[in-house]
């Protein structure tokens, strides 16, 4: 199974910049053969990324979606949108998004049933924030998140799912999950997602693990049974470190 690294830039990059990185980036791409490979500018950026990887492996994800698919909703952007611009994934229910700007579980899974019938692939975070985890609430946190995202889907669609278990603590604060931290939480969603889904579903799932990943601490995320992939914030925001992090990645697996 190929491993799935993800580049969230957040809200980082203007076009000039977007260029430059994409540019930089498509240069290093013979040695990201086998990976799945994406970035997720924002919104403004994601026409000159589309142009600059058109040709490339590298895939384009997008850092959030509304779940109509146009209407009277300021500021938002649809799946229609996003599709006309060349976006395979889209990052569904980031913590920061939940945690700072109120995004609930319900709009969560409307997300990802709109997503989902879009025909994008939803990126869905999950992860409990640092209170949680002291009142050792980590896995009724989990459950609660996947039970009500993945709401009314289809074991089949869900199959083919990316989960990111992204501790809120890990986020942005250069303290990632241990490795056995991030494996019990992966393992006890691939559990979640089996016993709503059935076996097939579960196995089949990816799930990345997501929380200051670095090129130094990669290799143990990336070995790890039960973690496909990372999602990566700030080791991401310069293409030559995002490239030594895709290496690193890539070394440990094949060694
Ligand atoms: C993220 O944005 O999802 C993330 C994991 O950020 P960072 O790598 O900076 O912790």
């Known amino acids: 199974m190929d491993l799935i690294i993800a580049a969230n830039w957040k809200m980082h990059k203007t076009t000039a910049e977007t260029i430059e990185y994409c540019q930089a980036i498509r240069k290093d791409e013979e040695l990201f053969k086998g990976l799945e490979l994406l970035v997720c500018p924002p919104f403004t950026a994601l026409p000159a990324a589309a142009q600059i990887l058109k040709g490339s492996p590298i895939k384009l994800g997008a850092q959030d979606m509304h779940w109509e698919q146009k209407g009277a909703f300021t500021g938002e952007v649809s799946s229609a949108m996003l599709l006309d611009l060349g ?3 889209v990052i569904i229910g980031h913590s920061e998004r939940r945690h700072l700007l109120g995004e609930s579980d319900l709009w969560v899974n409307q997300k990802m ?3 989902l ?3 994008i692939k939803p990126i869905l975070c999950v992860g409990e ?6 009142q050792s609430i980590t896995e009724e946190v989990l459950k609660r998140q996947l039970s009500s995202a993945l709401k009314e889907l289809q074991a089949e669609t869900v199959k083919s799912l990316v989960v990111a278990y992204e501790p809120v603590w890990a986020i942005g604060t ?3 999950a241990s490795p056995g931290d991030a494996e019990n939480a992966s393992a006890y969603i691939r559990t979640i997602v089996k016993d709503i889904f059935g076996k097939d579903t579960g196995d089949s799932l990816f799930i990345q693990y997501g929380g200051s990943v670095n090129e130094d601490n990669i290799g143990l995320f990336a070995v790890l049974p039960s973690v496909q992939g990372v999602l990566v914030g700030g080791a ?4 030559d470190t995002f490239s030594a992090l895709i290496q690193a990645a890539r070394k440990a697996v094949e060694s």
């Open 87 to 89: 976006v395979e994934y």
């Open 113 to 115: 049933k709109a997503a």
């Open 117 to 119: 019938t879009s025909g």
């Open 129 to 134: 924030t640092e209170a949680e985890r002291e």
């Open 174 to 176: 250069g303290k990632a």
């Open 236 to 239: 991401s925001l310069k293409a």
